[in-house]
């Protein structure tokens, strides 16, 4: 399981995905009400973003451990990119929106840096996939 390289890739794509509950996506300065009520925002001011945060991080992990079957592991980590998409729009289109009282936080790189990841291990799952289709043909 850990020979392969895409397992390496899946578990730090699990990690860039943990990271998330403890890197805010913005901060500023804090507010009486609103998403910034604490001075950060993060996956814990929204229930969505903090619901997508936790799928995509266990997907990935969870992914780690389907090297049985491929196929099914190549479409989870479809799942985990849209997944992934999903949390950089959406904690984007926050940020736009605050933007004016708040500064960039390391937060929202970690989505692209999961999606990265997730990528580059879909490739490696698709070349093994290949791999054992052409040993498949030579039997």
Same mark, same amino acid.
């Given at each position: ?10 578990? #730090?794509?699990?990690?860039?995905? +943990? ?20 001075? $950060? ?5 929204? !229930?969505?973003? #903090?619901?997508?945060?936790?799928? $995509? ?10 090297? !049985? ?13 849209? #997944? ?13 929106? #605050? ?14 840096? +999961?999606?990265? @990841?997730?990528? *580059?291990?879909?490739?490696? *799952? @698709? ?13």
């Amino acid at each position: 399981m850990i020979q392969r390289v895409q397992s390496i890739y899946l578990l #730090l794509a699990s990690l860039s995905g +943990a990271t998330l509950f403890g890197l805010p996506f913005a901060q500023g300065d804090q507010a009486t009400d609103g998403l910034l009520a604490d001075g $950060v925002f993060d996956v814990y001011d929204n !229930n969505g973003l #903090l619901i997508l945060a936790a799928a $995509v991080t266990l997907l990935a992990f969870l992914s780690i451990f389907l090297f !049985n079957n491929r196929k099914l592991q190549m479409n989870v980590g479809k799942l985990n990119l849209l #997944l992934g998409f999903a949390i950089l729009a959406w904690a984007g289109f926050w940020f736009f929106e #605050l933007m004016k009282v708040a500064t960039f936080g390391f937060g929202l790189v970690m989505p692209l840096m +999961a999606i990265i @990841l997730t990528y *580059i291990a879909n490739r490696n *799952i @698709l070349k093994d996939e290949k791999l054992v289709r052409s040993a498949d043909r030579l039997r």
